[in-house]
């Protein structure tokens, strides 16, 4: 076994002993959201793991690490709500003329914009599937993927 093994042994004892905590950690400072706090882990372990080697401690740098992260997820969360919320109003202004679109609008916030553009491009401008891949830069099969998924997106929002 050469350094870099036992290098990389190290490095991968710390990933076990340490991926509890680290998950723990940010779920708590994330609100609960498991799947952000692993995605906010490994963002840690890509940025950390050249640092890694050599630490005497290492668990006092990850943990600042993953703080950062974190709040950076959280700053990130934010300002995407912002602008959600910015486009929401610019989106009601447009169709204020007819009560119906104001009520469509509204509803049509609570996809993601890809399922938005699909629905809008199919429903509203009658286009097909190629025309809405090539418009989005997709595929057909994601077209109709996220159509399905905005469909049933709708169905629940609506059936509030």
């Known amino acids: 076994m050469g350094v870099s093994d036992g290098r990389a042994a190290g490095t991968g004892q710390l990933w076990r002993c340490s991926q509890g905590w680290m998950t723990r950690l940010a779920w708590l400072t994330l ?13 840690t372990w890509v940025r950390c793991l050249p640092r890694l080697a050599g ?7 990850l943990r600042v690490a993953l703080i950062n992260v974190c709040l950076n997820q959280l700053r990130h969360e934010q300002v995407v709500q912002a602008h959600a919320q910015r486009n929401t109003g610019a989106l009601s202004a447009v ?12 509803v049509l916030t609570a996809l993601a914009p890809q399922q938005r553009a699909v629905i809008a491009l199919r429903y509203l401008h009658d286009c097909e599937d190629g025309e809405i891949a090539e418009a989005l830069g997709v595929t057909r099969a994601t077209v109709r993927s996220h159509a399905r998924h905005a469909l049933a ?3 629940e929002v609506l059936s509030r």
Do not use: C, K, T
């Not at 609100?31 to 963002?43: C, N, T």
């Not at 630490?55 to 740098?61: A, V």
């Open 153 to 155: 997106n709708l169905r």
């Open 55 to 61: 630490m005497d401690r290492p668990e006092p740098y």
């Open 95 to 106: 169709v204020a003329d007819d009560p119906h679109l104001v009520e469509l609008a509204d």
């Open 31 to 43: 609100g609960g959201d498991l799947a952000a706090a692993e995605d906010a882990v490994s963002e």
